[in-house]
Each structure stands twice: as C-alpha cells, then as structure tokens.
C-alpha cells in the first residue's frame, strides 16, 4: 500500500511535468478520491490507508490539506510508487482535463460521499468519515 502523502507527490509531480505549476488543492483531493475509487474497482485494495472527511466541497483528506497549508508542500521523504501504484494514478490523471469544479460535481454524485453527508444542507459544514466500498457489480458506492 502506498503512503497517502507519496500519491499526492506524485500527482503533483504529473501536474508539474503538464502545467508548470502544482495542482490546487481542492483539485487534488478530488485526484486523490478518484485515484482510492479505481484502486478499489480494480484490484479491491485501497491505493493508501487514509480516510477521507465528506466536507461541504466533497472529500478531504485532512493530511494532505495540512501539506498544502506549510507552504512546502510534498518536500517530505516518502517511499518511491511502484509501478502498478503508478501506472494506476497516472490512468487516473485523464481527470485533469476537468478543472477543481467539475471534479466536486463528479464527486458530490458519489454514493459513499452522499451518504457521509446525510443529514447536512449543502453549504453546511461537515466532516464525517467517508466509507468507500465496492458493490457486488464491482462499482464502487
């Protein structure tokens, strides 16, 4: 399993390599909730352990919002992806034609998302946890 944190890098790496500047961090997460739903569509396995936080603009992931907030970001020694682990984050990057808003739409559509925001209005602040599963089609909800 990968580190949450060397995911993130390596997306941001992809991002920088394209647009020559990093990935927002509200894009991110939502490259981060993709990437932990076709990891569990394909193989069943989370890609890393974290758990994300349903707040109001769609998933979080509280360390990874941290690193953006130090100002330096991803400058953390993290073990290096293997090949599968990139070659899945980098199938997943097909998603950056879609900027921050779109992706909160794709992902406001999410079952487990809707589901960890049950009982909140819209705009209402929140942080459940989001419990992402597979379904016996093998979709994830």
Known sequence: M?????VAKYLNQLHLNKHKCSMDQMKMHKMMY???????MISGNP???DEFEAWKYG??????RNEYLTGHMFDGEYEELNETEKKLVE???RYDEYNAWQLSTL????HSW???RKGLAAGEAGNEKIHLWISANGKTA
């Open 107 to 110: 992902s406001h559509a999410e």
């Open 47 to 49: 890609l890393f352990d």
């Open 91 to 93: 199938s997943v990057y």
């Open 59 to 64: 998933p979080v992931l509280v360390n990874v």
């Open 114 to 116: 809707c589901q960890a």
């Open 34 to 40: 993709l990437s932990q739903r076709e990891s569990l």
């Open 2 to 6: 990968a580190q949450t944190l060397a």
